[in-house]
């Protein structure tokens, strides 16, 4: 599961006693790093064994096209890699919910809602199940975890409308 669903910890704004919920939405990446460094080996040697049966065929300028199709692949690999870098923390307590949205990059955006008014606002495919997630209230609404998995979004959205139900009471 790529979100963790915790209470009890510490807020942005330091109080514990009136936290409720607390989750940090993470991307899902399916490689571990022993498991990208297999890959690339295997891709690496497939690129070379061809490249090297081009070049003694007299097709030289393959081996070189090999090597660049190898780059390629670790670049893209190592770009989603970088991405996962990001993350989003939800936080309910009976006074306010606080979603903070950090950019792979490490770029912060921080949005609070007071608790009164504050609602999940769901999007939702008869197939695929829940679409999209927002945090809404009167003023504004802010979309939240594009990147979760459709299971994933199901869990999270009752765990998170528990809590908010909680808060009300």
């Known amino acids: 599961m790529a979100g963790i669903y915790t209470a009890g910890m510490a807020s942005h704004n330091g109080s514990v006693d009136d936290l409720l919920f607390a989750a940090r939405l993470t991307p899902y990446r399916s490689l571990c790093r022993d ?3 297999l890959l ?3 891709i690496g040697l497939v690129c070379f064994v061809v490249g090297l ?14 090597g660049l199709d190898f ?19 939800v936080e ?14 490490g770029r912060e955006k921080r949005h609070d809602f007071p608790q009164f008014g504050t609602r999940l606002e769901i999007d939702r495919h008869e197939e695929i ?17 594009y990147f979760l998995n459709p299971a994933d979004r199901e869990s999270f959205a009752r765990a998170f409308g528990q809590a908010l139900s909680r808060a009300k009471r």
């Open 35 to 37: 498991g990208f460094r």
């Open 40 to 42: 690339m080996g295997c």
């Open 53 to 66: 049966v081009f070049a003694i065929a007299g097709v030289w300028p393959v081996f070189g096209f090999m």
């Open 71 to 89: 780059a390629l692949i670790y670049w893209a690999f190592k770009s989603n890699y970088a991405s996962a870098k990001a993350y989003e923390d």
């Open 92 to 105: 309910v307590s009976r006074e306010h919910v606080s979603l903070l949205k950090v950019a792979a990059n």
């Open 129 to 145: 199940g829940i679409t999209q997630m927002r945090i809404a209230n009167r003023e504004r609404a802010v979309p939240f975890g």
